[in-house]
């Protein structure tokens, strides 16, 4: 568990603009030497590690999304578009524990770059009220949550998670036995969790929870990431 003086530091630690291999922004934070996104692409590397392994492989039409790190909210923003492309229903709910700031938002290009006739629904997951439900279309329906992943209340039914913590060698804490305990908890039968990480030591804890894994090839730059399954078979 983490200090109070540790989520203050953390909170505080500069993050720089910096432009990924498909022209798509990221954040550094130089104190971890850690990016939010793969600087060979970051619309790339949430594409296809989230939305083509995770969402285009969960069959329901009306769905609950649990995210774990809002970040930039790129991967909302894809999910919210692909929702609306494909008629489904989401309940996207995505734990936070440092949001960013508005000047920070305003400089991300991910309206401008991914579509730009609808970035104002980029704005909008941004200034959605923190711990609320806000519906920003018809069909997708926000709960950013600002806490913990490990100390909060989780949905119930999720069916497909999107584990996009900071990296296991940067955040330990977010990569325990008793957070995949919790998610396969609370997953529907069928769920879908999906990670860029491929650490065998991780997906030894996603198995030990009940988890069907497997390694699939990753995002550019990435070999292999990790799809598990909620499966009693």
Excluded at 25 to 41: A, W
Excluded at 96 to 108: D, K, M, N, Q, T
Excluded at 205 to 229: F, N, T
Aim: glycine fraction near 6%.
């Amino acid at each position: 568990m983490q200090s109070n003086a540790s989520i203050v530091v953390q909170n505080q630690m500069k993050r720089e603009l910096q432009q990924t291999a498909d022209g798509s922004h990221t954040l550094f934070i130089p104190e971890m030497d850690e990016h939010y996104h793969s600087v060979n692409g970051a619309v790339q590397e949430s594409r296809h590690v989230f939305i083509e392994a995770g969402l285009h492989h969960q069959a329901k039409k009306n769905i609950t999304v649990f995210e774990i790190g809002f970040g930039t909210g790129l991967n909302a923003f894809l999910t919210l578009l692909d929702a609306e492309e494909n008629n489904r229903s989401v309940n996207y709910y995505s734990i936070e524990l440092y949001p960013l700031g508005a000047e920070l938002v305003r400089a991300l290009n991910y309206g401008d770059v991914i579509c730009p006739e609808k970035k104002e629904w980029f704005e909008a997951l941004h200034v959605a009220t923190w711990n609320e439900a806000v519906r920003i279309t018809d069909r997708f329906t926000l709960h950013k949550i600002q806490g913990d992943s490990n100390h909060c209340e989780l949905p119930e039914e999720i069916d497909l998670v999107y584990f996009d913590a900071f990296a296991p060698d940067k955040q330990p804490e977010m990569w325990s036995q008793e957070i995949f305990d919790k998610l396969y908890a609370h997953m529907a039968e069928g769920g879908i969790l999906t990670t860029y990480c491929a650490k065998g030591v991780v997906r030894r804890m996603m198995q030990k929870a009940g988890y069907s894994v497997e390694r699939i090839p990753g995002p550019p730059g990435k070999r292999e990431m990790l799809r598990a399954i909620k499966s009693s078979l």
